[in-house]
């Protein structure tokens, strides 16, 4: 739970209290490698970033999808966050372009079911349908990025392998290879 009080952020659990002047600190030892310094901006943004993702994608499962995904490529990407500049607005645009990222995937496989052909489709038989597509998209988003980019060019943007193979520029048996090892991996995640 997130408390105010005088400019200083209290969550429920944690014995420290950080202000967002800390957040240099923390950063600093994050990147040094203090793994509990990034477990603290963890929980101190991890609630409000929550509240901002569900506003965005309006599903509660794709906001917490897109906070564990911000919070994956911000500490990947750690080494190139400037300390200088204040890391609120930074972590804030990850997960934004997280958020839009799940928009764009979702909209897109829906577009695809919707172009499927339906005689005597019942409005329940598309809810699960769309249901099944979130869930494909949960799925596929958690798997490596060496297997769901290929997956995802290959099954949503409709590329052959060979066009694959140029845009990731790797030898198309490497695109067939992580294509089949994908789909397993993937089958895994559904199951």
Known sequence: MLKLFNKIIVFKGMKDKFSVAD???????????????FEALVKKYQQPLLRKAKIILKDDEFAKDAVQDTFVKAYKNLFKFDEKKPFRPWIYKIMTNTAYDIIKKEKKLVALSDNVPTSEESMLEKLIRIEEIK?????????????????????????????????????????????????????????
């Open 135 to 191: 869930r494909l998209i949960r799925a596929l988003s958690k798997l490596p990025e060496m297997y769901e980019k290929p997956l995802r060019e290959f099954y949503i943007e409709n590329m052959s392998y060979a066009k694959i193979a140029t845009a990731m520029n790797l030898p198309i048996n490497t695109i067939r290879t992580r294509i089949h090892r994908g789909k397993h991996y993937l089958k895994m995640k559904l199951l």
């Open 23 to 37: 957040d240099p600190l923390l950063v600093t030892k994050s990147k040094n490698g203090d793994l509990k310094s």
